[in-house]
């Protein structure tokens, strides 16, 4: 059973940063792409960021190029979100999302792993 667990949300203020972590289990996800994407209270879900399979190329919102990374690390079958500079309304439920396919994309419906995911909250 494929498995992806996110952890390393939180509270912080304005300006501050936190590591997004999603960890999986019950296959490899070496060599697929991977997402991110968040839900604000009363939001639809929308993405945040992708990266291919190798990690080379990747992919950001406009809202938070030049803040957020995201990363991975196949030995471990783990990606990251890093979140730098944050603002309040990054305040969001952010859920990590893998796919069998080498590139990744914007899309929820291309995803076919999703985690339950993890409160980030930023206070003003």
């Known amino acids: 059973q494929v498995q992806l667990v996110e952890s390393g949300g939180g509270l912080v203020q304005a300006g501050g940063s936190l590591r997004l972590s999603c960890a999986a289990s019950g296959r490899t996800f070496s060599g697929y792409a991977m997402g991110w994407f968040r839900q604000a209270p009363g939001k639809e879900r929308e993405f945040v960021a992708t990266?291919?399979?190798?990690?080379?190329?990747?992919y950001y919102v406009d809202s938070v190029k030049g803040r957020f990374t995201i990363s991975r690390d196949n030995a471990k079958n783990t990606v990251y979100l890093q979140l730098n500079s944050l603002k309040p309304e990054d305040t969001a439920v952010y859920y990590c999302a893998g796919r069998t396919y080498y590139v990744g994309s914007v899309r929820e419906t291309d995803y076919d792993y999703w985690g339950q995911g993890t409160q980030v909250t930023v206070s003003s």
């Open positions: 990266l291919n399979g190798s990690g080379s190329g990747t």
